[in-house]
Nanobody, 114 residues
Framework: QVQLVESGGGLVQAGESLRLSCAAS????????MRWYRQAPGKQRELVAALTSRGTTYYTTSVKGRFAISRDNAKNTVYLQMNRLIPEDAAVYYCQMSGRSDYWGQGTQVTVSS
């Protein structure tokens, strides 16, 4: 089992930055892919960014050049650095990891005021 705890969400103004963190514990050695999803009210959950254990990254088009996913192996933590935030980025952000199974965090709210 893997447990994920997110942090770092909050209220910011458009143009500002936030960094989300996802701390993993448990059987993390099985993890091969780490992802950040988001879900805005009334919308489907959307894959925002992904990072594989080999270092391959993926970003959805709307965040390319503004968001960056990274990891700190020593801290068992994956980050999502979000720059130049826009109101459309407002959502609940979820950390997800895949290994022997799929694991999800509880979500952290990001609110962006215009």
């Amino acid at each position: 089992q893997v447990q994920l705890v997110e942090s770092g969400g909050g209220l910011v103004q458009a143009g500002e930055s936030l960094r989300l963190s996802c701390a993993a514990s448990g059987n993390i050695f099985s993890i091969t892919v780490m992802r950040w999803y988001r879900q805005a009210p009334g919308k489907q959950r959307e894959l925002v960014a992904a990072l594989t254990s080999r270092g391959t990254t993926y970003y959805t088009t709307s965040v390319k050049g503004r968001f960056a996913i990274s990891r700190d192996n020593a801290k068992n933590t994956v980050y999502l650095q979000m720059n130049r935030l826009i109101p459309e980025d407002a959502a609940v952000y979820y950390c997800q990891m895949s290994g022997r199974s799929d694991y999800w965090g509880q979500g952290t709210q990001v609110t962006v005021s215009s």
